[in-house]
């Protein structure tokens, strides 16, 4: 069926990091105007291949083909010349620059060095619309956008590059529901113009949505490739990438009410502009999601509860009212998991170990003085809990996959001497069978009393591992109920449209 | 009372089916794992593909293998500091070869080291400020204003520890203003403590009239510090040698040092994990003003005076000395042990040059060329290690 070469042929890639062999011979090829998923557990090379792709990494050994002639893809610059440009997993985009001089870093419109910005501005505005949306516009700051707006902003950089090759690493990560049906028209798009499509996700359902052929990593080898994506069962995507069955199950949740003590209750809490007059409650041993669009006001409102934010109105924990700042809250049990792990709650050149202990410190110290085998046997533990791999406490966490850096930020405050857990998008990046651990862990601790505030994109998340559900939306909450009385399109509908039961 | 469930009813378990166990014994093929009764009883196909299970293990072996042999002596001397030693015997050797019958004399390495006390102490402080992503310029002026208000006749007056007392409190003081600044004024750390460095020079000339103040009798004890040795080093150089030891105690074992990490590294990060990053920043500043004080005692010993000219440029030698030591000017990343290589092989250069009767400017010249090349070798093996 395909006579003419295929626009992308990698070959017995291999990738060595100092310690880890990230790729050890991949194989990949993808055609024209197909979208190829890539899919792998946390830490299995996905990254690594298409950063070795973007010209970012040089590989130790294999041959690239584009379009049958066999390339050096030595710098980003090159790989782009060359057609493939790419959206990665971790934002970078500079955060002082506006929107349209991030989209044309490198390539601005312009001659003779002179910059003639009301081209980029109006180039930005086609591509905003053509992702859908206008409202970003170009001479915005992106420090002060979304993470959300942030994906389109890299996306739209992708677009304005003339590709026969898109990558895309976890593009969907940062979006919500109807972002990513956003996403895939752009896409449908693409692929329809005879552009290919590199696609990483986590999200198995999106793969069989999108998806043409899939190709299967693990532990930096190719264990299969050239699966049909619509046909391929589940479970033996699954079973290929983890070598192991995983049950996408979550933990057995309380089947009463909670009666227990009211950890956190809130009156009235307005943030100017986003949140407005938002009252609930979250008791001891609960589980409460907050569901609702990226934007609608749910990292908002946790922040707030936090004390990371200011806002009016009356947060009580513990039946004590809360000072602003996080210091006091966090002395007084809080802790929160932020959206953007690299930008919020990562310190890169540290060590794994160092990360994770971090907001605890005060509890292996005695007078200030670290008690480091203590501080150390804790981080173990915690990194095996949760599978971080690699495993070693020593590692700078910046040289880990996203999923495992993820893990990271989660495991530094999964520990029990905290009263309310607040988790923005705990499992952004994290892989299936990772997954179904750590809703383990977030259940055993609310169990033994924690009460738990989670925000998540994915409404079946929040449906499966909530006990109760508060429905948010343009920053007001518009529904609460128990979980089990709601489902997923009720839910979606209700984000949506503001259609109350 | 509780029962197992999934969003949707074909990715539901049997109640009690084990989710992931990550600590399922590793070498079960797949075919053996999905064969396990409580997995959920789907029939695992076999794919002649898959590896065996036990494969991360192997990548993960090999991940540890370089990180077994990295035990925490290796990394204390990790490859920049190897480098760093390299450079100070490099100059040893010169020093052998151009003057061999001073440079290796008792006597001249003890000036070294005397020479290198002030500084170093300053040094101390400045590495904890620029880990924690801030500057201090007034450090050369803090000191100068120190020795000047504890060498004023009412303060002599008192004696020697009061006037010891004296330096510490207008050096820690200072230093509060400037973190005061910095952190709660949200002022650039650059413009607070340059304001800084221009007004305490200003108060110290006005004070001392411009004049140099001597140490009075009576109060000998502090010039003591400089003529008494113990096992051939003078006292200075011990008092030196606490703070270093003191500064390397808080930076690697204590909470304190650990968040000054955290503040540099990552601010935003550092606040979320609930750490109060602007009283940090205040302490950071206070902390470089307190080393300051130390170091106007270590001045007065040495010269017997107290001077409004004390310590020009000394802030350039400490910045230049931190940075040379490894530590990255944005904050986040650094070593006290790297900055005092870093120091003595500026001190060793000064000396050399002295020695060999060269000319003041070429030492300046020299020394340029050894920030750039310092900066630039760390940058290469920064970039090799990623
Ligand atoms: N710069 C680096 N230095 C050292 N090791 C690295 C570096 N980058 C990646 N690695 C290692 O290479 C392996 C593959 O990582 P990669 O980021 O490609 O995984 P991934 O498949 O993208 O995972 P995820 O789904 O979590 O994003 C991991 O073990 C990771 O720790
Ligand atoms: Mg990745």
């Known amino acids: 069926m395909v006579a003419d070469p295929p626009l992308l042929l990698m070959r017995g890639i291999v990738k060595q990091f100092p310690g880890v062999r990230a790729l050890d011979g991949v194989d990949l090829e993808v055609r024209r105007g197909e979208v190829h998923c890539l899919l792998g557990q946390n830490g299995a090379g996905k990254s690594t291949l298409i950063k070795i792709l973007a010209g970012a990494h040089q590989p130790d050994e294999g041959v690239i083909t584009l379009d049958g002639e066999e390339v050096r893809l030595v710098t980003p610059t090159a790989a782009i010349k060359l057609g493939v440009s790419t959206i990665y997993q971790e934002l970078d985009l500079v955060d002082g620059l506006s929107v349209a001089e991030n989209i044309f870093l490198g390539h601005e419109p312009g001659r003779l060095g002179f910059i003639r910005q009301s081209d980029a501005n109006r180039a930005t505005r086609d591509l905003m619309t053509r992702l859908g949306h206008p409202e970003i516009r170009p001479t915005t700051e992106v420090g002060r956008l979304s993470p959300a707006a942030k994906q389109v902003v890299s996306m739209a950089r992708a677009l304005s590059h003339d590709t026969r090759l898109i990558i895309m690493d976890e593009p969907s990560a940062a979006l919500a529901h109807d972002e990513v049906a956003n996403l895939f028209r752009i896409v449908r798009e693409l692929t329809a113009q005879g552009v290919a499509v590199v696609y990483i996700s986590h999200r198995l359902e999106e793969i069989r949505e999108i998806g043409d052929r899939v190709t299967v990593l693990k532990d930096g080898r190719t264990v299969a490739v050239g699966l049909p994506a619509k046909e391929t069962p589940t479970s033996e995507v699954v079973s290929l990438m983890t070598g192991r069955t995983v049950e996408y199950v979550f933990p057995p949740r309380r089947t009463e009410p909670a009666t227990g003590p009211e950890v956190l209750r809130v009156e009235g809490l307005t943030v100017p502009g986003v949140v407005a007059d938002v009252s609930f409650v979250v008791r001891a041993g609960e589980i409460v999601g907050l569901a609702g669009l990226v934007g609608s006001g749910r990292s908002e409102i946790i922040e707030a509860v936090y004390g990371a934010r200011r806002s009016s109105g009356k947060i009580v924990l513990e039946g004590r009212p809360v000072r602003r700042g996080t210091a006091d809250t966090v002395r007084r049990g809080m802790g929160l998991a932020p959206e953007e792990r690299k930008a919020q709650a990562l310190l890169l050149d540290q060590s794994v170990a160092h990360n994770i202990t971090l907001a605890g410190l005060g509890r292996y110290a005695r007078f200030g003085w670290i008690d480091r085998r203590r501080e150390a046997a804790e981080a173990r533990t915690l990194i095996e809990t949760l599978d971080i791999r690699p495993g070693d406490p020593d590692r700078p966490v910046k040289t880990l996959s996203g999923g495992n850096q993820q893990k990271a930020v989660l495991a530094r405050w999964l520990v029990d001497d905290r009263k309310l857990l607040l988790l923005d998008e705990p499992t952004r990046g994290v892989d299936v069978g990772a997954r179904a651990e750590l809703y383990a862990v977030i259940r055993k601790l609310a169990d033994q009393g924690i009460g738990v505030l989670l925000v998540s994109s994915e409404v079946p998340e929040v449906l499966g591992l909530a006990d109760r559900v508060l429905v948010v939306r343009e920053g007001r909450i518009i529904h609460q109920s128990a979980a089990d009385d709601l489902d997923e399109h009720q839910v979606l509908d209700m984000i949506m449209e503001g259609s109350a039961l | ?386």
């Open chain 2, 1 to 386: 009372m509780t029962e197992a469930r999934g969003p949707k009813a074909h990715e539901r378990s049997p109640a009690g089916a084990e989710p992931v166990d990550p600590a399922r014994p590793a070498d079960q093929t797949p075919a053996e794992a999905s064969g396990t009764p409580s997995a959920g009883g789907h029939p695992q196909a076999e794919t002649p593909d898959a590896p065996p299970a036990d494969e991360h293990l192997r990548v993960e072996s090999q991940a540890r293998k370089p990180a077994a042999s990295q035990g925490p002596l290796a990394r204390f001397g990790q490859a920049r500091h190897l480098g760093l030693v390299a450079a100070l015997v490099l100059l040893a050797i010169v020093g052998l070869i151009t003057q061999p019958d001073s440079f290796a004399t008792a006597s001249n390495l003890v000036n070294i080291l005397s020479l290198a006390s002030t500084i170093g102490v300053i040094t101390v402080g400045m590495t904890f400020v620029i880990i924690g992503g801030g500057i201090d310029l007034s450090v050369g002026a803090l000191m100068a204003l120190a020795s000047v208000w504890a060498t004023t006749l009412a303060t002599q007056s008192y004696g020697p520890f009061v006037m010891i007392l004296c330096a510490l409190l207008v050096g820690a003081g200072a230093g509060l203003v400037n973190g005061f600044l910095i952190s709660y004024g949200r002022m650039v750390p650059f413009i607070a403590t340059l304001a800084m460095l221009v007004a305490a020079r200003g108060l110290a000339q006005r004070m001392s009239d411009r004049k140099t103040q001597l140490i009075q009798q009576g109060n000998e004890l502090i010039v003591e510090l400089s003529t008494t040795r113990v096992l051939g080093l003078p006292v200075l150089v011990y008092i030196f040698a606490l703070v270093v030891a003191v500064g390397w105690v808080l930076l690697n074992r204590t909470t304190f040092g650990r968040r000054t990490y955290a503040v540099g590294g990552n601010p935003e990060a550092a606040r979320l994990a609930g750490i109060d990053v602007r009283r940090h920043t205040l302490l950071l500043y206070a902390l470089s003003g307190l080393c300051c004080g130390i170091a106007a005692v270590l001045i007065m010993a040495r010269t017997t005076t107290g001077s409004s000219t004390h310590g020009d440029l000394y802030e350039l030698d400490a910045i230049a000395a931190v940075i040379i030591g490894g530590t990255l000017l944005t904050g986040g990343r650094g070593t006290i042990i790297g900055s005092i290589l870093g120091l003595l092989i500026f001190t060793v250069i000064t000396n050399l040059f002295i020695l060999n009767g060269l000319n003041t400017s070429d030492q300046l010249i020299a020394k340029g060329l050894i920030i750039v090349v310092a900066v630039l070798l760390q940058r290469r093996s920064l970039e090799s290690r990623t």
